[in-house]
């Protein structure tokens, strides 16, 4: 089973920044396409961005795009997602997620998520 525990989330000030890290134990993460969600209260999760299995390909949501910046250390069986200039509207459980198909497709493996609450 692939388990995946996410961590780095947390309190920032609006103007912030933040990087969030998910790491893979079990599996090596480098066979497997990542993906970043979130979901805020009474919103639908929200696709922000999804990493190639290799790390040469990114995509990004409209609302990711320009600030936030997705990554992927395969040694260290760790993909992180580095955010800037946060706003409240980025306030959201986060979470990470394991495609078994190419660039974000296929089955999906869902961390258990966290919280990140952009806030004076």
């Known amino acids: 089973q692939l388990q995946i525990a996410e961590s780095g989330g947390g309190l920032v000030q609006p103007g912030g920044s933040l990087t969030l890290s998910c790491a893979g134990y079990?599996?090596?993460?480098?066979?497997?396409?990542i993906g970043w969600y979130r979901q805020a209260p009474g919103k639908e999760r929200e696709g922000l961005s999804c990493i190639s299995s290799s790390g040469s390909a990114t995509n990004y949501s409209d609302s990711a795009k320009g600030r936030f910046t997705m990554s992927r250390d395969n040694a260290k069986n760790t993909v992180y997602l580095q955010m800037s200039s946060l706003t409240p509207e980025d306030t959201a459980k986060y979470y990470c997620?394991?495609?078994?198909?190419?660039?974000?497709?296929?089955?999906?493996?869902w961390g258990q998520g966290l919280q990140v609450t952009v806030s004076s």
């Open positions: 997620a394991v495609h078994t198909g190419d660039f974000c497709s296929g089955s999906i493996h």
């Open positions: 079990g599996f090596f993460m480098d066979y497997y396409s």
